[in-house]
C-alpha cells in the first residue's frame, strides 16, 4: 500500500492490474471439454421439470381392499371423495342449503387439480337458487392432516410471529391471550345437560342456550369458509380401544393444526381412511372475535360447547390450550357416564409395573414430576381410570417451560426439537436460541410435543390400577408439609377440595400466586358435580388398594415472598420413596391443624425441612399463617357439607372430619 500524498491511500500501482490470471494445466489434447464437476446432469430440460423431481406422490395410504364378497370395495377416488364431503358437511352453514365447495391441498400449489365436493346433506329439497351468494361460488381449501413439515412451512411463510429456533422447535404466538379464559367457557342448556351437569356456583359450566350457540357457530363456521384454506385434524382421543373418541379440528392456523397434531393421539394411515364422521369437532375461529351483541356475550371471547350436537366453538382467542382443555371437559361428560373415572393427572409406571397417578392444578408439577428418567411415561396431563386400568387422553405433552434448565429437567428439555411448539417464548434474533428465563409475552410459556419425544414414553399410554395417588399443591403459604401420608378420607378431602396456589398466567388475569380451591385438581374441565368425580375416586381406590399422599412442591421457610419453592431435587426424592415403598414403612408424627401424618426421616432429603415449622424463623407467623390457610379450606369446604359421597354415609361422614381440626 502507499500514500498518494494526500492521506489517502491506495494499492500499489504495480499490483493493481487486475487478478493473476489463472494458470489453466496444460493438456497435451486440447479437445477435452472443462465441466464443473463429474456428476451426471439432471434429467431434466427445464427447471420446473427439475422442480417436479424433488417430491415423489405418495403412494396410496393403503392398497385397495380386496373386494367384498359383493363386490362393494370402495375405490381411493371415491373414498377421497367421501372424505371432502365429509369435511364439506362439517363446514356446512345451518342456513344455506349446501355446504361449501371444498378442494384438497394448498391453494399456493395451483398445479393440482382440485377435486370439488360440495355437501348436499342439509335440505337439498330447496331450489338451489334461493340462497345464492359469493360464499356458494368460492371455494376453501383445505390442508388435511398436514405433516409437522408441511406445517412448519406454512406457518413460516403465512404467520407472523412464526419462527424456528435453534434446537428446531417451531416458535410461535398465541395472540393477546397467553392463557385459558374460564370465565368466557359456556355451556349449552338444555333438557339433557339441565338434570346431568352441574350447575350454578362453583360450576365452571357458565350457561347458554341453543339458540346462542347457533349464532356462534355460524360465526365461525361463515369466518372459517370466508378464508382461502382452513386446517382440518382427524385425531384420536384416549388409549382405551374400547373407548376412543374421533375428533375433527378445523382451524384457521398452521399452529393449532401442528398443535393438535402432537396433543391429540396420530392416527395411522389405515385408521385415517376408516376414520368416518368424527364423534366430536372444533371450530377454532380464534382470530375472529364473538359479537358482543350476541346474548349472554362478556368479552369478545368465547368458547362454546354443544354436547348435543358434539361441536365446540371458540372465538376471539387463540390460546391453543382452549382446544385440548376443551377436549378434556368433553371426556370429563362422556368417560363418567361409562363408569369411566376422568383424571387432571400425569401417570408413570416403575420398571416393576407400579403406577403413579399425579394430580394437582396447574403448575404443581404434573408435567415435571411425571417425566421421569426412571420410570415410563404413560401421560402428563388427563387420564381415564376404567377397570381395566388407566390410560392417557391425549398423544403429547404440554409442559411449562419457565425457567426451563437442561440439568434440572433434561427429558422435557431434549425434548423440544423438531416438530414441538413452543409457545410465546423469547429467543435470541440471531441464533434463535431460547432464553427460558424471558417473561417478555408471559410467565406461561409452553412446549407442546408427542409423547414419544420422551424417551422412556409407554406406548400404547395405557397400564394397570394405580398403586399410589399423589396430590400435588403448590403451597404458596409454606405450611404445607413436603410430603403426608393420607387415609382415605383425607385423600378424599383434599381431592374435593383441590387446594394450591394458582402460578402465574395459565389463566387470564392472574399474575401472581394466589390460594386458590378447585375441585378435583381441576374445577374448570369437570362437567358433572365434584362428588361424583370422588365417589369414583374413592371406590377404585379403595378396590385396588392405592395409597394417598400429599405433596407440596411450593413454598418452604415462610410464604411466598419470605420463603422459598422447595428444590425440585428434594421433590424428587420424595417422589422416588414413594415408588420404592420406602416412605410407607416410616416413621411418622401428626401435625397440628391439618391432622397430617408426616415422616420423620427420608433419604437424601434434610429432615428439618419434613416439618414446615422448623423451617420458619418466626414461629407465631407460622402458627397465624397455618390457622389461617386453615381456615380457607373450612370456608372452602362448606359448599360441600350438604352432599353425600356415594352410596356410603360413613364415607360423607369420615370426609367431612378428615379436613383442618381447630
Ligand atoms: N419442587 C418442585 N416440584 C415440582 N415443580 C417445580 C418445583 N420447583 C419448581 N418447579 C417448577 O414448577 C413447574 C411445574 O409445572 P408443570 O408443567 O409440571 O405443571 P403441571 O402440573 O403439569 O400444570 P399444567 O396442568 O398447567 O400443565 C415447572 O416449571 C417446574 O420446573
Ligand atoms: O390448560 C392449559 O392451558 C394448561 C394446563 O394444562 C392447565 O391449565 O391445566
Ligand atoms: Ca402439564
Ligand atoms: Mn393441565
Redesign the pocket.
Known sequence: MASNGNGEFSFDSKRRSGLPKIQTQKTDDDNVVCHDDSATPVKAQTLDELHSLQKKKSAPTTPIKSPHAFGVAVSEEERQKQQLQSISASLASLTRETGPKVVKGDPARQAETPKVAQSHATHHHHAPTLNISDSALKFTHILYNLSPAELYEQAIKYEKGSFITSSGALATLSGAKTGRSPRDKRVVRDETTEKDLWWGKGSPNIEMDEQTFLINRERAVDYLCSLEKVYVNDQFLNWDPNNRIKVRIVSARAYHSLFMHNMCIRPTAEELEEFGTPDFTIYNAGQFPCNRYTHYMTSSTSIDVNLARKEMVILGTQYAGEMKKGLFSLMHYLMPMRQILSL?S?CNMGKGGDVAL?F??????????STDHNRYLIG??EHCWSDHGVSNIEGGC???????SRE??PDIWNAIKFGTVLENVVFEEHTREVDYADKSVTENTRAAYPIEYIPNAKIPCVGPHPKNVIL?A?DAFGVLPPVSKLNLAQTMYHFISGYTAL?AG?EDGIKEPTATFSACFGAAFIMLHPTKYAAMLAEKMKKHGATGWLVN??WSGGSYGSGR????A???KIIDAIHSGALLNANYKKTEVFGLEIPTELEGVPSEILDPMNTWPDKKAHKDTLLKLGGLFRKNFEVFTNYKIGTDNNLTEEILAAGPNF
Open positions: 387432571h400425569g399425579f394437582g392444578l396447574s403448575g404443581t408439577g404434573k408435567t415435571t414430576l402428563d396431563d404440554y409442559a411449562k417451560c419457565i425457567d426451563l434440572k429437567e400435588l403448590c402460578v395459565t412442591t411450593g419453592r422447595i428444590k425440585l428434594y421433590t424428587r
